[in-house]
């Protein structure tokens, strides 16, 4: 559980935080303003308890500069691996539907069948019932399980996978699929086919520095095939046959960072020419088992892989197989079955992240109910805590990121006119949803919750969201896209653009502190969630967003002129980044593009629209790097420099700030100091 400072420092931090580089301290919840000696001497008094520090200048580490005082109280706990402020506040907003789930589990009405009072209480109940849980163990899903181990052929084993992937959703090596929008044609829904389970993943297996890692997850594939039943023989056979597997697998799977590249995902196949993919695989069989048979065209996101895949699809490799996707199945429901397959699964992640001590039962209980009910507590936290004047004020400051977003395309001499006029056109359809959505989605509803009393489990109830889910999506493939469906329910601590909806989404949790505070000024609410908006702006225009066009279909809208000048300054930003480092660990600009793109967007844009106001610029600056405050444990940004397309949040204000013009304007930075870069060496697009 993350370490709840929220009610205890967050007011006296933001008065006390977030101190400006203009010589004055900006306290952002009420705008007063106090005189600071900022570089006056080597040494800085502590506020909190009057020691003497290193001073650190904002000339050299901006980031560290404005968040000292913060990061000095911000603590670990044994039970984290990391903190920012997405996390304290999602902690919080947990706690406050934790205390929902506590009023109505010790309420004794008996609630209306499908109500989400009802589904909360039984829910939490199946969820609590520990004996229950070990009891049921693999319960519904041990026919499943051994459809898998009993198999004798390939096709076998093939059908067996493609039984469970199209009851529930299931999938490891082959016949996992899923219902998306048509990355051509976003108005319909295609049938994408989804790539092999990774594992630890590709980053980690190849990864230079990370093999120690790679020895500890093996060690618990063996734990997990010993907690399933194998002798110590057989398991460390099997896991010595998964990690041989898994390496090939990897080494044809595509990058994370090209996952998100539809020239390489969006592959068209017909089943004529699946069949010529899959020579292994009855694929008439296998697509009817799914119930995706009859389509006209079969998305297959990774092609090398699935060519891999079908070279492992032979006889003799069958046992290795077989005991691949049993880890899997195994894996994937660990936490919703016995006390043991959870435990296992909880000391994997916690030493992966460099988490020293578990969560307490109930917090596991309440986060699990929470997750597997998002809508239902999605529809009480707007009854509770939405604000429709604050939905309006940030409605406005979106028109004004919008507004200056054209004015960045249009004074870009590389770009058309023609070009220009489609970028402005894909500005001026984007839909805006803030909040919560008017119709709640059809999952809410079908989702229900079946009590122990009738013979419910978590396991079951599990498997009813995902038959849910798969439902959900196979009655969607005939039917036109509804672009005013939400994905992300409201509570949640998010903002997020949709390049095939062409959309920016903010859940209504984000409209509050540190992010966007009513009482704040214009500038540092536009450093904070406007600084959050530009940056949602700016992934329609980076490398991934900028291959959609207006209407969200996959279409190159650029001259071969525009599109190989953007890839010049997209590789001077992954040659940027490349240079900074975290924990001595260089930052991956290949994986960080989007983001990095995004970042660099935003600064532009926010800096433009405050113009030369430097008490506003500093406030702007000042709270954009309050936000990005973050503590991990050294296993934790390990697992971030691998696999997470953001840059570390230290890197994502220093970095985007010494590539500022407007940065140096207001400060005194010269090429002395830290935070300096030549003017030639700064980068961007939009600029």
Same mark, same amino acid.
């Given at each position: 559980?993350?370490?709840?400072?929220?009610?205890?420092?967050?007011?006296?931090?933001?008065?006390?935080?977030?101190?400006?580089?203009?010589?004055?301290?900006?306290?952002?919840?009420?705008?007063?303003?106090?005189?600071?000696?900022?570089?006056?001497?080597?040494?800085?008094?502590?506020? =909190?308890?009057?020691?003497?520090?290193?001073?650190?200048?904002? &000339?050299?580490?901006?980031?560290?500069?404005?968040?000292?005082?913060?990061?000095?109280?911000?603590?670990?706990?044994?039970?984290?691996?990391?903190?920012?402020?997405?996390? !304290?506040? =999602?902690?919080?907003?947990?706690?406050?539907?934790?205390?929902?789930?506590?009023?109505?589990?010790?309420?004794?009405?008996?609630?209306?069948?499908?109500? =989400?009072?009802?589904?909360?209480?039984?829910?939490?109940? $199946?969820?609590?019932?520990?004996?229950?849980?070990?009891?049921?163990?693999?319960?519904?899903?041990?026919?499943?399980?051994?459809? %898998?181990?009993?198999?004798?052929?390939?096709?076998?084993?093939?059908?067996?996978?493609?039984?469970?992937? #199209?009851?529930?959703?299931?999938?490891?090596?082959?016949?996992?699929?899923?219902?998306?929008?048509?990355?051509?044609?976003?108005?319909?829904?295609?049938?994408?086919?989804?790539?092999?389970?990774?594992?630890?993943?590709?980053?980690? %297996?190849?990864?230079? #520095?990370?093999? !120690?890692?790679?020895?500890?997850?093996?060690?618990?594939?063996?734990?997990?095939?010993?907690?399933?039943?194998?002798?110590?023989?057989?398991?460390?056979?099997?896991?010595?046959?998964?990690?041989?597997?898994?390496?090939?697998? $990897?080494?044809?799977?595509?990058?994370?960072?090209?996952?998100?590249?539809?020239?390489?995902?969006?592959?068209?196949?017909?089943?004529?020419?699946?069949?010529?993919?899959?020579?292994?695989?009855?694929?008439? =069989?296998?697509?009817?088992?799914?119930?995706?048979?009859?389509?006209?065209?079969?998305?297959?996101?990774?092609?090398?892989?699935?060519?891999?895949?079908?070279?492992?699809?032979?006889?003799?490799?069958?046992?290795?197989?077989?005991?691949?996707?049993?880890?899997?199945?195994?894996?994937?429901?660990?936490?919703?079955?016995?006390?043991?397959?959870?435990?296992?699964?909880?000391?994997?992640?916690?030493?992966?992240?460099?988490?020293? &001590?578990?969560?307490?039962?109930?917090?596991?209980?309440?986060?699990?109910?929470?997750?597997?009910?998002?809508?239902?507590?999605?529809?009480?936290?707007?009854?509770?805590?939405?604000?429709?004047?604050?939905?309006?004020?940030?409605?406005?400051?979106?028109?004004?990121?919008?507004?200056?977003?054209?004015?960045?395309?249009?004074?870009?001499?590389?770009?058309?006119?023609?070009?220009?006029?489609?970028?402005?056109?894909?500005?001026?359809?984007?839909?805006?949803?803030?909040?919560?959505?008017? !119709?709640?989605?059809?999952?809410?509803?079908?989702?229900?919750?079946?009590?122990?009393?009738?013979?419910?489990?978590?396991?079951?109830?599990?498997?009813?969201?995902?038959?849910?889910?798969?439902?959900?999506?196979?009655?969607?493939?005939?039917?036109?896209?509804?672009?005013?469906?939400?994905?992300?329910?409201?509570?949640?601590?998010?903002?997020?653009?949709?390049?095939?909806?062409?959309?920016?989404?903010?859940?209504?949790?984000?409209?509050?502190?540190?992010?966007?505070?009513?009482?704040?000024?214009?500038?540092?609410?536009?450093?904070? %969630?406007?600084? %959050?908006?530009?940056?949602?702006?700016?992934?329609?225009?980076?490398?991934?967003?900028?291959?959609?066009? !207006?209407?969200?279909?996959?279409?190159?809208?650029?001259?071969?002129?525009?599109?190989?000048?953007?890839?010049?300054?997209?590789?001077?930003?992954?040659?940027?980044?490349?240079?900074?480092?975290?924990?001595?660990?260089?930052?991956?600009?290949?994986?960080?593009?989007?983001?990095?793109?995004?970042?660099?967007?935003?600064?532009?844009?926010?800096?433009?629209?405050? #113009?030369?106001?430097?008490?506003?610029?500093?406030?702007?600056?000042? &709270?954009?790097?309050?936000?990005?405050?973050?503590?991990?444990?050294?296993?934790?940004?390990?697992?971030?420099?691998?696999?997470?397309?953001?840059?570390?949040?230290?890197?994502?204000?220093?970095?985007?700030?010494?590539?500022?013009?407007?940065?140096?304007?207001?400060?005194?930075?010269?090429?002395?100091?830290?935070?300096?870069?030549?003017?030639?060496?700064?980068?961007?697009?939009?600029?």
């Amino acid at each position: 559980m993350k370490k709840k400072i929220f009610a205890v420092f967050l007011a006296a931090l933001m008065a006390l935080q977030l101190t400006g580089c203009g010589g004055k301290a900006h306290m952002t919840n009420t705008d007063t303003e106090e005189n600071s000696d900022i570089g006056s001497s080597e040494k800085s008094a502590d506020a =909190s308890d009057g020691e003497e520090t290193e001073e650190i200048r904002y &000339q050299d580490d901006y980031y560290e500069y404005v968040n000292q005082n913060l990061l000095e109280k911000i603590e670990l706990s044994a039970t984290d691996a990391h903190w920012d402020w997405f996390g !304290e506040l =999602s902690a919080v907003v947990s706690d406050e539907m934790s205390d929902i789930i506590k009023d109505i589990v010790n309420d004794e009405a008996v609630y209306q069948k499908g109500s =989400s009072e009802q589904k909360i209480k039984d829910l939490y109940e $199946c969820i609590s019932n520990t004996e229950n849980r070990n009891n049921t163990g693999l319960g519904p899903l041990k026919p499943y399980m051994d459809g %898998i181990r009993n198999a004798e052929t390939i096709d076998e084993y093939v059908n067996a996978l493609a039984k469970l992937s #199209g009851d529930y959703g299931f999938s490891s090596i082959v016949g996992g699929y899923t219902v998306m929008q048509d990355r051509a044609d976003s108005g319909r829904y295609a049938v994408y086919l989804m790539y092999a389970d990774t594992l630890i993943g590709k980053e980690y %297996i190849e990864g230079a #520095g990370t093999q !120690e890692y790679v020895n500890l997850y093996l060690d618990y594939i063996n734990d997990m095939l010993t907690e399933f039943g194998m002798n110590k023989a057989d398991a460390q056979k099997g896991t010595e046959s998964i990690e041989t597997l898994l390496r090939s697998i $990897c080494e044809s799977s595509l990058a994370t960072e090209q996952l998100y590249d539809p020239e390489l995902t969006y592959n068209v196949f017909d089943k004529d020419e699946l069949k010529q993919l899959y020579t292994n695989v009855d694929v008439d =069989s296998m697509l009817k088992t799914l119930r995706i048979d009859g389509q006209d065209k079969y998305v297959v996101m990774d092609v090398g892989q699935a060519k891999k895949i079908n070279s492992l699809l032979v006889d003799e490799n069958l046992q290795a197989l077989k005991d691949y996707s049993t880890f899997v199945l195994l894996n994937d429901v660990a936490e919703y079955t016995t006390e043991e397959y959870a435990g296992l699964k909880e000391d994997m992640d916690n030493a992966l992240y460099g988490i020293t &001590q578990k969560w307490d039962d109930e917090t596991k209980h309440m986060r699990l109910t929470q997750d597997l009910l998002p809508w239902d507590f999605g529809e009480m936290y707007v009854r509770e805590h939405f604000s429709q004047e604050d939905k309006e004020n940030v409605e406005q400051m979106i028109g004004l990121i919008l507004d200056e977003y054209e004015k960045i395309i249009m004074r870009q001499e590389w770009l058309s006119d023609d070009t220009k006029k489609k970028a402005v056109r894909k500005l001026e359809t984007m839909q805006i949803k803030i909040g919560y959505p008017d !119709e709640w989605p059809p999952q809410k509803d079908m989702m229900q919750i079946v009590p122990v009393s009738e013979g419910g489990s978590l396991l079951s109830n599990l498997l009813t969201s995902m038959q849910v889910s798969i439902e959900d999506s196979l009655n969607r493939i005939e039917i036109p896209v509804d672009k005013s469906e939400w994905e992300a329910p409201p509570q949640e601590i998010n903002a997020y653009y949709s390049p095939q909806n062409n959309e920016i989404v903010f859940p209504a949790a984000i409209l509050q502190a540190p992010f966007y505070d009513s009482g704040r000024s214009d500038a540092a609410n536009l450093g904070g %969630i406007g600084y %959050i908006i530009a940056h949602e702006v700016s992934h329609a225009f980076d490398s991934s967003g900028s291959l959609y066009d !207006e209407y969200g279909n996959y279409n190159i809208w650029w001259t071969d002129e525009e599109r190989a000048e953007y890839e010049r300054l997209s590789q001077s930003i992954v040659d940027y980044y490349n240079g900074y480092e975290m924990m001595g660990v260089p930052v991956n600009g290949e994986l960080t593009l989007m983001e990095n793109i995004a970042d660099l967007g935003a600064v532009t844009c926010i800096t433009d629209i405050i #113009g030369d106001d430097k008490e506003a610029l500093d406030a702007a600056f000042g &709270q954009m790097a309050y936000n990005w405050a973050s503590e991990d444990t050294a296993s934790y940004m390990m697992y971030l420099l691998n696999t997470d397309t953001h840059s570390p949040n230290k890197i994502r204000v220093n970095a985007v700030l010494s590539s500022c013009d407007a940065f140096y304007e207001i400060y005194d930075i010269d090429e002395n100091d830290g935070m300096y870069v030549a003017p030639q060496e700064r980068v961007g697009i939009w600029r």
